[in-house]
């Protein structure tokens, strides 16, 4: 065999042309980046609609998705103790203030075992509070943030809102990712984080409603401003982590209390 | 949350490992054919062929491999499907697989002159469209080994 030849088999065995140059990493960052943007607008043009036609949406209409959708949610503990009756007493204040919270559910409130310090409101009105939350939080005009904060939720429809989203996006997104995979994992993950993102927007709303519920009852936001400090004293995860968390952190929801003075 | 953590972490591992185990491949391929640089394949395609050499011994031989991509590149290539294009980290995958195959048939031809009427297929072994399926492929390469005498 010739020298020639030799090298020229030399070269074609070193540069390879059946296989791509394209970097797998970036192409791997810009599929996702492109996904997360048409996602994101997906998301954008959802919450349009939803809240669009759940905001013009009838009180009986409403009370019948309810009904539907929290057939066999049921409380696990039902004692009343002292702490449930103060609640139910700051609760008979609060719903004669807002019409969107009369004739509807009876918000039945419940103490629910577990230490971390939250508060959380079903589908069809149950109120929950954490045994954590009772025992640290003893001043009322506190509880009543706390107490309008989830009314306020309620009031705003969000849990509808989300539901609906919800439904919107999973049907386009099952049918853009049909039979595939990864696209659906993709989805799934990326979503996970817009759903966040929308529930704070939601949190800041209802922050924004309790205040000036709790305005109208004390003719001052302390409740709020101490509430918020004591739970900044609690938290120790950083600022940057903000956007894998469900509500806003906790100085910025000062802040933004402390502007609507 | 938990969710995407451990896919970014599968994600990165696996394209670490699958980088690796891709760069060594190719030095061993590329090690291999350039100490083969001298055995040649001869494919003219023709049904009847003379020598007026006396032959030795012909005989078949033939080279597999089963190669699949890693987690990493599969994942890319499943979000491509989306927006169509070139599939490009598959396309290593199958440069791989298809050199493989045919080093091991030349490889098994030792002692012969060279190899006539090379062929290679390739086959899906996993249907992609299922649940739990990983893309894998195998590809065979076949010819006739000619020895002289």
């Known amino acids: ?95 004669p203030l807002d019409k969107n919270l009369q004739g509807k559910s009876k918000f039945p409130i419940y103490e629910y075992p577990e230490k971390q310090i939250n508060a959380f409101i079903t589908p069809n009105g149950n109120i929950f509070f954490t045994q954590g939350l009772l025992t640290e939080v003893k001043d009322e005009k506190v509880l009543t943030f706390i107490m309008a904060h989830e009314l306020g939720h309620y009031a705003h429809r969000d849990h509808l809102k989300s539901m609906s989203r919800q439904i919107i996006v ?34 800041r709303e209802a922050d924004k409603y309790a205040n000036q519920i709790v305005y109208k009852l004390y003719g001052n936001n302390k409740g709020a401003v101490e509430f918020f400090k004591l739970l900044e004293k609690k938290e120790k995860a950083p600022e940057f982590l903000q956007y894998f968390s469900t509500h806003p952190s906790t100085s910025q929801r000062l802040k933004l209390i402390q502007q609507e003075r | 949350m938990g969710d995407v953590l ?64 890693d987690y990493f590149k599969n994942f890319v290539a499943g979000l491509k499907n989306l927006f169509g294009g070139r599939l490009t980290t598959f396309e290593s995958v199958l440069d791989r697989g298809r050199r493989e195959a045919i080093l091991k048939m030349r490889e098994k031809a030792r002692g012969a002159n060279f190899i006539i009427n090379a062929r290679i297929e390739s086959v899906m072994l996993n249907d992609t469209y299922g649940q739990e399926s990983v893309p894998q492929c195998a590809i065979i390469a076949y010819g006739t080994a000619v020895t002289y005498e």
């Open chain 2, 6 to 69: 451990l896919l970014l972490i599968i994600l990165g591992f696996t394209f670490m490992t699958g980088t690796i185990i891709e760069k060594r491949h190719f030095e061993n391929i590329k090690k291999r054919e350039i100490a083969l640089i001298k055995k040649p394949i001869i494919n003219f395609g023709a049904k009847k062929w003379d020598t007026n050499r006396k032959i030795k011994k012909i005989e078949l031989v033939t080279g597999e491999c089963v190669i699949s991509g």
């Open chain 1, 170 to 203: 999973a049907l386009i997104s099952s049918i853009f990712a049909s039979g595939n995979n990864n696209i659906d994992l993709t989805v799934g993950s990326i979503s996970d984080l817009n759903g966040l993102t929308y529930s704070r927007k939601q949190e």
């Open chain 1, 1 to 95: 065999m010739n020298k020639n030849l030799e090298e020229k088999y030399l070269s074609v065995i070193e540069d390879n042309v059946n296989v791509g140059s394209s970097n797998a990493l970036t192409e791997f960052f810009i599929l996702v980046a492109g996904i997360a943007v048409i996602f994101f607008l997906l998301y954008m043009f959802a919450d349009a609609i939803g809240s669009f036609f759940i905001d013009r949406m009838s009180n009986e209409t409403q009370m019948k998705i309810e009904n539907a959708f929290s057939f066999g949610i049921k409380p696990q503990v039902s004692t009343k103790n002292e702490n449930i009756i103060k609640l139910e007493n700051i609760r008979d204040k609060i719903v």
